[in-house]
């Protein structure tokens, strides 16, 4: 199996390099030469994470070897990860909840980023490197926290997290600002989100930059990377099993998988997950008010020139979505010259509009369904007052997603992806279920913890007690000469 661009066939390599490279030199997306691997769901039944993982990370990346795979799964899903499962499942009514945000961080992001560090050093044992990669990353919050945890005192690795210095809530600036390791840096941006994340792409081909980095290879821990988005397609396998086993469904019964959307990431994954032969009726792509996804997925046109709007669930607050790009190569059945045409319509216009018979192609598999931030609040209420299950604003758009699903007269199993915990948007999701809300996010937090019963997780707890390490804003024309001075200092 080899890996290459969305957007040429002039860089064939195999997955471990990808890894390392995070993006193409073209600018196009690494994507396997073929996604239809072969994995026996009868053969895991009862299997743990641990070995789920291993097959499907294995299926995917055939050239790490056994030893290799089982190394990674285990240094990822272990006791960081507050429930033995790693990805419990929780039924109600209309379907059950995939609660993906028991690592370390309370995202979903820990589920990639605790295993994209090993896969790295393993990657670099393997072609026998001892140079530095510095992982650059851009963050509007739950990726910048889930990376400096996963990468923090990783061998051969430094990282630099950049976020906007008033684009964060107050627990997740904290979170980024109190992380360990002697691996990590973080700096606060005098800009937006897509300030910092045109910062980091420059940097990557910034001749000042590029010349400062003497043995230290630039790479990403965005969603963009391979080995982010593979480790993501196990959890779809995981619940499917858990359906199955426990008489929720039936062998080989499809099931619609509702997921929260921003970059397109975890969403991919499952597609991926029904190429490799899971039983998928329907993937279904939940927009908040930043709702681009759902024109596009509805009428063809993807159009990012419109308002941005900050919302309740900002990790998805986003207008360019980067991962619709290996959709749109598979989908077309792999043409290039298509993906680089749209891809090139979008930067210069803000705007493409594919095929009706693309279009076609995409909606056999995706339908898509936005909710606004009043949708957003009465599915955090009503589900806890009828279930009593407590979910975070970025879970209910995809719930309120599902119900409107359901309203359309679909009645097949149905799963919720939910991305984060409930307390790390705490005041939001307070506010909710109480009309008494503290300003403070730590009262806030204990105070929902005291009325539902429900434990606060012990990376949202233990922050208020830690040491601010990092405090530094910088300007955003003065990122490029900083990048040129941190990799001057690692090159030493
Ligand atoms: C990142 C994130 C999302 C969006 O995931 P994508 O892979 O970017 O689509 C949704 N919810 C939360 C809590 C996130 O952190």
Partial sequence: MQYNSTRSRAFPMPAHQAVIRGLCPDGGLFVMDDPHVTIDLAALKGASYQKIAKTVIGAFFPDYDDAELEHCVASAYDQKFDSEEIVPLKSFQDGSIMELWHGPTSAFKDLALTILPHLLTAAYRKDGRNDTVAILTATSGDTGKAALSGFADVEHTHITVFYPVNGVSDIQKRQMNTSRGNNVNVVAVEGNFDDCQRMVKAACSDPQVLSACQGVTISSANSINIGRLVPQVV????????????????????????????????????????AAGLPVARLIVASNDNNVLTDFIRTGTYNRCRPFHETISPSMDILVSSNL?????????????????????????????????????IQKDFCAYWADQDQCREAIRSLYEAEGILIDPHTAVGLSALRQYRADG????????????????????????S????????????QLNRLTGLSIPKGLAELESLPVRFETVISKEDGIPYLADEMKELSK
């Fill in 410 to 433: 679909n009645t097949e199993y149905a799963v919720v992806l939910s991305t984060a915990s409930p307390f790390k948007f705490a005041r939001d999701v307070l506010s909710c279920i």
């Fill in 325 to 361: 790009e290996r959709l749109l190569y598979f989908a077309s059945g792999e043409n290039c010259a298509l993906v680089r045409d749209l891809m090139k319509q979008l930067n210069e216009t803000g705007s493409y509009t594919v095929s009706g018979e693309l279009l076609e192609e």
């Fill in 435 to 446: 009309e008494d809300v503290p300003e403070d996010a730590f009262a806030a937090m204990k």
């Fill in 235 to 274: 959890y779809y396998f995981s619940t499917y099993l858990k359906l199955v086993e426990s008489d929720r469904i039936k062998e080989g019964e499809p099931v619609t998988f509702v997921v929260p959307t921003g970059n397109f990431g975890d969403i991919f994954a499952g597609y991926l997950a029904k």
